[in-house]
């Protein structure tokens, strides 16, 4: 990962060399990143991974073992909690029970000794802004998850934060109530242009939400770039296994390009790897194609057996057995109108084909 530099004069937020230790422990190591205003960054990555510590370094809520935090181009490395500008929303919601909406979103305000026909204002502005005008007087109590987290976002909002963070705020919340407000903290962040920053482990909110996605492991940033970057060109195995499904099995360059494990040779785009290495190849399986029996006969044409089907709505996974992998199987996303007319059975043989552009190399060895 590329240092930040001084020279990154335009960055929001930036952070070099950033680590954590919790004794022996190493939460963080050497993170070093920059954020455009305006930004919406998702932090995504597996329980433990670090990325609720690197989200609480740049709040000042833990203090970082090494390394330099800076925001607006002033360092606040050191600086409390307190004197940060920022917003905060926890999976918790955290607000305060017996307080109305009103008095929760107005709290931040009222610490700053705003005026009250401003404060008034402001917090009527912002009731608005998440639909929740009609709320004004309750209590958190007689709230949904989805709206309490609502009141929640519209409090952080509530004194203008330059840096807005939000520590895994829809984790609670059922699969639609989640899908309908991940739309609405986006349209609300992409219409006050606050950079954000999100915690989350649900790789389908990274996706749809962030103009880039941090994918994190064992305290480290592995990969950053846009959705479809994350997504179309994962950097390492761990990112390929991590985001989406993907097939892995380990096979050797052979003579001439292209892989061989066992009777299974496929052709594909080495990338210098020698005659003989031992790579991990990995494959989506929505880029598996089934084809009739009589139908194309271009590269990586392969026999399987079909295993188990698994009916996921719209298309059906097949598990297809392959001598060649041994215990292994193939996954292959396919869609169900198409798995119909081959007439597709377990236990039955499938024809399919493995675009070599398709195919991914990386070094042996497991996902880190």
């Known amino acids: 990962m590329r240092a930040s530099t001084d020279a990154d004069a335009n960055a929001f937020l930036q952070l070099d060399g950033v680590s954590k230790a919790f004794g022996d422990f190493h939460a963080l190591v050497d993170v070093n990143f920059t954020i455009a205003e305006g930004e919406f960054i998702c932090f995504l990555g597996p329980s433990g991974c670090g990325k609720t510590t690197l989200l609480r370094c740049i709040a000042g809520l833990e203090?970082?073992?090494?390394?330099?935090?800076?925001?607006?181009?002033?360092?606040?490395?050191?600086?409390?909690?307190?004197?940060?500008d920022f917003g905060i929303v926890f999976q918790s919601y955290a607000l305060f029970p017996n307080l109305t909406v009103s008095d929760n979103v107005a709290y931040g305000l009222v610490n700053?000794?705003?005026?009250?026909?401003?404060?008034?204002a402001r917090v009527a502005e912002l009731l608005s802004l998440v639909d929740l005008s009609e709320h004004i007087?309750?209590?958190?109590?007689?709230?949904?998850?989805?709206?309490?987290?609502?009141?929640?976002?519209?409090?952080?909002l509530a004194t203008s934060p330059g840096l807005l963070l939000l520590d895994e705020p829809l984790s609670a919340l059922d699969a639609k109530v989640r899908?309908?407000?991940?739309r609405e903290i986006r349209a609300i962040q992409d219409r006050l242009g606050v950079t954000t920053i999100m915690v989350t482990h649900d790789q389908e909110e990274a996706q749809t939400m962030a103009d880039r996605i941090f994918v994190m492991n064992e305290g480290r940033i592995e990969q950053l770039g846009t959705p479809d970057e994350i997504y179309n060109a994962p950097a390492t195995p761990f990112v390929a296994d991590f985001i989406g499904?993907?097939?892995?099995?380990?096979?050797?360059?052979?003579?001439?390009?292209?892989v061989v494990r066992g009777d299974l040779t496929l052709a594909?785009?080495?990338?210098?790897?020698?005659?003989?290495?031992e790579l991990n190849c990995a494959v989506r399986p929505e880029d598996i194609r089934l084809i009739d029996r009589d139908g194309?006969?271009?590269?990586?044409?392969?026999?399987?057996?079909?295993?188990?089907?698994?009916?996921?709505?719209?298309?059906?996974?097949?598990?297809?057995?392959?001598?060649?992998?041994?215990?292994g199987?193939?996954?292959?996303d396919v869609r169900k109108e198409q798995a119909q007319h081959l007439d597709i059975a377990v236990g039955g043989t499938v024809r399919l084909r493995i675009p070599p552009a398709t195919i991914r190399l990386y070094e042996a060895g497991p996902p880190r």
């Not at 490395?77 to 004197?83: A, D, F, H, Q």
């Not at 700053?112 to 008034?120: G, T, V, Y």
């Not at 007087?137 to 952080?156: C, F, H, I, N």
């Open 179 to 182: 899908a309908h407000l991940r």
């Open 63 to 84: 203090t970082q073992s090494e390394g330099r935090i800076r925001m607006g181009g002033a360092d606040i490395s050191w600086l409390p909690t307190s004197e940060r």
């Open 245 to 258: 499904v993907m097939n892995f099995f380990t096979a050797t360059v052979a003579e001439g390009g292209g």
């Open 137 to 156: 007087s309750k209590y958190p109590g007689q709230l949904s998850g989805g709206e309490q987290q609502r009141v929640a976002l519209a409090r952080a």
């Open 112 to 120: 700053k000794r705003m005026a009250k026909p401003a404060i008034k």
């Open 296 to 327: 194309d006969d271009g590269a990586n044409i392969i026999e399987a057996t079909v295993d188990s089907i698994e009916f996921l709505g719209s298309f059906v996974r097949l598990y297809l057995a392959l001598p060649a992998l041994g215990a």
């Open 329 to 332: 199987e193939l996954r292959a």
């Open 268 to 277: 594909c785009e080495t990338g210098g790897h020698g005659e003989g290495t």
